[in-house]
């Protein structure tokens, strides 16, 4: 497996294995600390495409004054090793300055999505999302791009930018992967106590609730949302960000379910954000 620094050295690389090996290229943008989440996307990648590129690059764009970019979980060496095991080709790890140069001056804003769900409490989050995968598509030009469903507002604002930039790529959304006791996989899990991480397992009986209540035949925002409340309150210990039922695409509430809607939560476990969600039957 390669390890790529340049974005010229991927294009280069994308573009030889497209036209001179006729393979198909996936790629797996992630901010590394790779996890079994993380794993089957590349698994999922490496299955559908002839060649797979992961790129590692904390993202400095998509962090807030308060947030927790200098502390965010870095672990190269084993996230090499994670990806090469599960089929990666090459990995794509840039520096800040490589992806932003001195004087850049562009930034992608997908305007109304990005100010919806994690947009709303994390202002300019999905701006830098944008920004820093828009700049990922174009250098490595794959024709598949593997996301997983726990970041569902990500994905939103994700395909409507491919859609309205006209980029030549594919998003593949991937199911969330989960521990055994129901917790989504998500490399800021390590920041969390033994305490907090029986707290944080709050967020996955909320969504499991909304899934029950609509399986026994509710569709009523209202009902789903004040069912996870109540399952909040059981634990006071989380502050909840958000709860709410939304169109998938357009990240707009809605007052009714329907098959594809987004019933979807953020809640802060002690100092930590989680999110978690479900796409409904």
Known sequence: ME???AVAELRAWSRRERKDEGNTIGLVPTM??????????????????????????VNPTQFGPNE??????????GDCALAAAE????????????????????L???????????????????????????KLLIAAEPDLAFFGQKDAAQVAVLRRMVAD???????????????????????????????EREWALTLSRA???????????????????????????????IRVDYIALVDWATL?????AAPGSLFAVAAYVGATRLIDNTVLP
């Open 32 to 57: 590394g600390a790779l996890h079994a989440g993380h794993a089957s996307l590349i698994r999922a990648a490496a299955a559908f495409c002839g060649r797979t590129a992961v790129t590692i690059f």
């Open 252 to 256: 707009e509430q809605v007052e009714t």
């Open 165 to 195: 930039l006209r980029l030549g790529t594919e998003i593949v959304v991937c199911p969330i992967v989960r521990e055994p006791d129901g917790l989504a996989l998500s490399s800021r899990n390590v920041y969390l106590s033994e305490e």
């Open 68 to 77: 927790d970019f200098a502390r965010y979980p870095r672990s190269f060496d």
């Open 3 to 5: 390890i790529l620094r």
């Open 87 to 106: 089929g990666a080709d090459v990995v794509f790890a840039p520096s800040v300055e490589e992806m932003y140069p001195a004087g850049a001056a562009t």
């Open 108 to 134: 992608v804003d997908v305007e109304g999505l990005s100010q919806r769900l994690d947009g709303r409490s994390r202002p300019g989050h999905f701006r830098g999302v944008a920004t820093v995968v828009a």
């Open 207 to 237: 969504v499991r609730q909304a899934e029950a209540l609509v399986a026994a035949g509710e569709r009523r925002a209202g009902k789903l949302t004040q069912a996870a409340r109540v399952t909040f309150a059981e634990m006071p210990q």
